[in-house]
């Protein structure tokens, strides 16, 4: 078993296998880089079918939160966390009791929150036994609506790079997946003139966009192949791969999933069809930008931060162009150059 | 990569996995239980082949920490830890102060020491960084006078038990290694009337124990048959074997060498054959219990303690006898039955 020369090892400073035999507790905690802040990052609940899987995803989520905290201006360095179970089976609240003593023996290096399979109950439970829990009740509160305003202004960002407009009205945009930030994105583009199309498994959800925002429904397979201007992924992630590329009529993919692009060369694939990407973790930083703000909670320095996407987008577009590159290998680059600047003062 | 599943994880509460980019330091902490207080071990620094075998060998370490800590009566747990790299070329300051941060950063949960590769000024630069080290300079200081002391006392017990004769008048002991802790066993034994056979590779020890004590020297392959009462490893581990067990004439092995069984099986063999067998993290507690007194050293309480190793290796004899299994496995159901009185009373 080689573990620090795993590849996507990446110079983790730290990783740390938790157990504890009371509560059945098995989790990996992952911190890639501190040097801008203390890491943070979610905690995710799944039953991996093997350790090897569990410790893959943990140090890949925790290196892209690096790069995603690093880009968003925010002093937070990246890490992640997972815990090794069945989320509908096996979730005790001293299981999160003894998941927060495990966070909090850190020291504080590492600040965890909810991902995929914890809730809100599960982060308070872990918050009696260490202060190092972000997202908690009756503090920032619901992300979901920081996220959608962030992505809606990539999108404005993109338009305004590949088409020349500073208006979203008449502007086409297939949405794919209508969850709590898919909905409030879908608010946000139809208040600005654009016409929606949508696509989920959930007929409610549909249904409601339909009417107030009077969105177009099509089926789950055809929302790649539509004629608009802006393919906006919202839910699952890989969903640019070679066999939706090939479907694709929007000369801009901005949306607010995780991992979109299967492999890191369909971002070139796509640059070389002249298809404009905005790199999901940059896109879709609205809601860690918001839990940044958790102490001493402002409502409205979260939205000036979250703004700022805007602005970043545009200059990643931009230096995408004259390199010659895709935008995502010039996201990487900024953030690593601001990691390399904050050591450099270090020093 | 399994790694919660491998058969020596054996329930670690903690494993921690540090890198520091800057110094180059690669270690793996194992904190195997803290039931009885904070996992202390040493630090080995060695260049393993592979992070598997560093692995391996931290675990291994380490759960041996907490049955020997348990089984000397410590109110510590047991870790260890492991720097991959090589002692003769890859030590800096640097590297030491970057392994007392990550020590650190676990809270006090672990204290450690030296072992294999690490010395007291490798110790004093980590200690800059943390106080969670043990075995500095100027406080409880070289536990070799200790460990030896144990081991004298322990091979009292075996020939009280063995042979029931309370003095060593006459006995006949093969010191294998003559160390620190073996120059000072010889003294303690010379003392108390043994008759001394001894091998090492180093010539000027071999004949300081000559002239100082009267030992008889004898080739490195020819400790095993010497016609003695005790057979005394005090180097290299696994020295009881397939191919030594048939050699040997002693009827009682008791050594300060870790890990002196080349396989669990081996204890089984020697009871077979009627030999008696000190398990080694018993007999050579006596460092270990000196380094517990590091706070507020107190050099009689040290000793008082470590003259328990005759009383508790008497009781694992007798225990043995009765149980009709090898010593190993009654030391290793003591160590277990102490941990598990404490968890019972905190429950």
Redesign the interface.
């Known amino acids: 078993?080689?573990?620090?020369?795993l590849a996507d090892f990446d110079?983790?400073?730290?990783?740390?296998?938790?157990?504890?035999?009371q509560t059945g507790l098995?989790s990996i905690v992952a911190i890639h880089d501190t040097t801008l802040g203390p890491a943070v990052g979610g905690c995710r609940m799944w039953n991996y079918a093997?350790?090897?899987e569990a410790?893959t995803d943990v140090l890949r989520l925790s290196r892209g939160m690096t790069y995603k905290n690093a880009v968003a201006g925010l002093a937070m360095g990246g890490g992640k966390s997972v815990i090794?179970g069945d989320a509908r089976r096996d979730k005790t609240p001293a299981l999160f009791r003894s998941f927060g003593r495990?966070i909090h023996?850190?020291?504080g290096?590492y600040y965890s929150a909810e991902d995929v399979g914890i809730n809100t109950q599960d982060i308070m439970y872990a918050h009696e036994e260490t202060p190092y829990m972000a997202g908690l009740e009756g503090k920032s509160g619901d992300p979901s609506p920081f996220t959608a305003l962030g992505t809606f202004l990539g999108i404005k960002a993109a338009v305004k790079h590949q088409l020349g407009k500073d208006s979203l009205q008449g502007i086409r945009v297939a949405i794919q997946g209508l969850g709590h930030v898919g909905y409030h994105l879908c608010k946000h583009l139809h208040q600005a003139g654009a016409t929606l199309i949508v696509t989920d498994l959930n007929q409610q959800a549909l249904a409601k966009v339909a009417e107030e925002f009077n969105a177009v429904i099509v089926d789950l397979d055809a929302i790649y192949h539509q004629d608009v201007d802006v393919y906006a992924p919202c839910a699952l992630g890989a969903t640019v791969n070679d066999q939706t590329i090939t479907q694709l009529k929007a000369s801009i993919i901005a949306g607010c999933a995780n991992n979109q692009l299967a492999l890191p060369r369909h971002g070139d694939v796509l640059r070389d069809k002249g298809i404009l990407y905005a790199p999901d973790y940059v896109i879709n930083a609205g809601g860690i930008i918001n839990v940044s703000f958790e102490n001493d909670y402002c409502a409205k320095k979260s939205t000036e931060k979250v703004e700022q996407i805007y602005t970043t987008l545009l200059n990643i577009f931009k230096q995408a162009d004259s390199q010659n590159v895709q935008t995502a290998t010039v996201a990487d680059q900024l953030a690593r150059s601001i990691i390399d600047a904050k050591k450099a003062t270090r020093e």
Chains 1, 2 share one sequence.
């Open positions: 078993m080689a573990f620090f020369e110079n983790h400073e730290q990783v740390t296998f938790f157990t504890d035999e098995k093997s350790d090897d410790i090794i495990a023996s850190l020291g290096r």
